[in-house]
C-alpha cells in the first residue's frame, strides 16, 4: 500500500492542471498514489486528465457525468478511494516544492499522535504576483491539537489551503458529515474536528502555492458575505457539540463580528440580513458588554 494518497479533485483547471499534476509526480518522497478526478469541467480538463491516466503513479481516474457542486463532496469521494496511511487533498489549482512531501512525512512521523502536518504557502495571483505569504515563528512545531483548534484556528484560519495539509486518513470515519454542508468554509470545521483526535506538526517552511484567480470560489464568497454565515454557522456548531467552550465561543463571535461591521453596508442585503439574524442567535448567553455593541447596531441599522 503506498503511505499518501494525492487526491486531486478538479473543476475547470485546465490551465493549471499539468503544473499541478507534474509538482506531484516530481516529489522527492516518492511513495504515493495520485487519485485523478474531475467534477463535470466544461473546459479541456478531461483531455488532460485522461492522458495522466495511464501513468504508473495514478490508481483512480474519475470522471462525473453531473456537477456534484461541492469541492467537499468530492473530497469525500476520493478519500474513500483512496488506500494511503496520508492524505494530501493537492487542489488543481494549486503546485508546490518538490520537497514538500518529504516534510510533511517526516513531520507527521515525528509522533505517533500527530493527525495533521502543514507548512506555510505562497499566496500567487494567477499572473504568478505573490500576494502575501503565510509564516510559522519555528522552524518546526508540534502542537496538542485540542490546543492549536482553540487558540490558532478561533482567531483566524492557519491552514488556509487544503494543499498545505498532510493527514492521517484512519480518522476520517470519524469526522461529521457537517463539512459537506458549507461551500466555502467546509475545511475550516474539518480541520477543527480532525486537530482535536491528536497533535499537529507545523512546519515554517514556504512549500505551496495557493493560487488566487477570478474563478476561485473564495473571492465571491468573501465579496457577497457568504464567509461570514458559513463561519458563525460553524462556531455555533462547534460549541453546541463541546468541541469549544463557551468563553471560546464569545471570543470567535466577537472577532467575527469586528471584520463584518467595516464591511457590512457592502454586502448584498439577503447576506446581511442572515448574518445579523445569526449574530442574534448566539447559542450561549450574551454577556451585557455584546447585548450593548449588538442593540447599538441594530439601532442604526433602522435609521
Known amino acids: 500500500m503506498p503511505a499518501v494518497s494525492v487526491i486531486i479533485p478538479n473543476y475547470n483547471h485546465s490551465k493549471f492542471l499539468v503544473q499541478r499534476i507534474e509538482s506531484v509526480l516530481n516529489q522527492t518522497f516518492q511513495d504515493f498514489e495520485i487519485i485523478l478526478m474531475d467534477d463535470c469541467s466544461t473546459d479541456d480538463s478531461r483531455t488532460i486528465l485522461a492522458q495522466y491516466s495511464s501513468n504508473p503513479k495514478v490508481t483512480h481516474t474519475v470522471f462525473n457525468e453531473k456537477n456534484s457542486g461541492s469541492t467537499f463532496k468530492q473530497w469525500e469521494k476520493g478519500i474513500n478511494l483512496a488506500k494511503g496511511d496520508y492524505i ?40 504568478n504576483q505573490i500576494l502575501w505569504v503565510s509564516q510559522h515563528n519555528y522552524l518546526e512545531e508540534v502542537m496538542e491539537g485540542k490546543l492549536f483548534a482553540r487558540t490558532r484556528m478561533l482567531i483566524s484560519n492557519p491552514i488556509f489551503n487544503a494543499s498545505m495539509v498532510l493527514w492521517k486518513r484512519k480518522f476520517f470515519p470519524e469526522i461529521s458529515e457537517e463539512f459537506k454542508n458549507y461551500r466555502l468554509s467546509g475545511d475550516w470545521i474539518f480541520w477543527m474536528e480532525l486537530a482535536n483526535r491528536g497533535k499537529v506538526h507545523i ?101
Open 88 to 127: 494530501w487533498l493537492a487542489e488543481s489549482d494549486d503546485w508546490c516544492d518538490p520537497t514538500m512531501l518529504d516534510y510533511l512525512v517526516a513531520g507527521i512521523r515525528k509522533d505517533p499522535e500527530c493527525v495533521i502536518s502543514y507548512c506555510q504557502s505562497y499566496c500567487v495571483r494567477d499572473t
Open 203 to 303: 512546519s515554517g517552511r514556504v512549500l505551496n502555492y495557493f493560487r488566487k484567480h477570478e474563478n476561485d470560489v473564495s473571492g465571491e464568497a468573501f465579496r457577497s458575505g457568504l464567509n461570514f454565515i458559513e463561519a458563525l454557522k460553524i462556531i455555533s456548531s462547534l460549541y453546541t457539540r463541546k468541541l469549544i467552550s463557551k468563553e471560546d465561543c464569545y471570543k470567535a463571535f466577537k472577532i467575527q463580528y469586528r471584520s463584518y461591521y467595516p464591511i457590512r453596508k457592502n454586502l448584498d442585503t439577503a447576506f446581511r440580513e442572515e448574518i445579523d439574524r445569526l449574530f442574534k442567535r448566539l447559542p450561549v448567553p450574551m454577556p451585557v458588554y455584546y447585548k450593548v455593541l449588538l442593540s447599538a447596531y441594530w439601532k442604526h441599522l433602522k435609521h
